[in-house]
Each structure stands twice: as C-alpha cells, then as structure tokens.
C-alpha cells in the first residue's frame, strides 16, 4: 500500500470512526447506549426530539408560563372560531351588515 495515494478524508472519517469505538468501550454510558439503541450517541429519536425542543421550554420553572401562554392561545382561537361563526347572523343574504 502506497501512503502517498490515501485520500485524507476517508483516513479522517475511519479515525474518527476508530476514537469513536474506543470511546464506545471505555465509556460505560456510551457502551449501554449502544447495547440498548445501537447508537454510542443513544436513540436517534431522542436526540431529535432534544434539538427540536429547547431545554428551557421542559424546565419546571418555566412551566407556569407555558401553561398561561397555552391558555392564551386556546382563548384567541374559540374567540376567532366564535366571531367567524357568528358573522353570519348579523349579515343579510347579500352580505349587507345590519
């Protein structure tokens, strides 16, 4: 094998992939996420769901405003369905209001 003709990047990917193993079996965390998801990172959904939803939004402390915001937004809706469904009452059949 000639040194000289190795592409780089594949030599940096299967090193990557070589400290990635070897921290796989020296880290007992990293070694059980890979026994129970098959993944040293752990499950992939998992981790989606943390980049999807900030940290802070799953805090306890933020929690009460979380709560009045989601009441808030319940509250604009059924006023927004309620004057959509009501706007028929007060309009003539040619959409005069009276």
């Known amino acids: 094998m000639d040194f000289d003709k190795v592409d780089e990047e594949k ?19 990293m070694f059980q996420n890979w ?28 929690r009460p405003k979380l709560m009045a915001g989601a009441i808030g937004c319940v509250f604009v809706l059924v006023l927004t369905i309620y004057s959509y469904v009501n706007k028929n009452k007060y309009n003539c059949s040619n959409g005069i209001f009276l």
């Open 11 to 29: 030599a940096r990917r299967r090193y990557r992939r070589l400290v990635l193993a070897y921290s796989t079996l020296t880290n007992e965390e």
């Open 35 to 62: 026994i129970r998801y098959g993944d040293p990172e752990g499950s992939q959904a998992i981790n989606a769901i943390q980049l999807a939803v900030p940290v802070w939004i799953l805090d306890p402390a933020f």
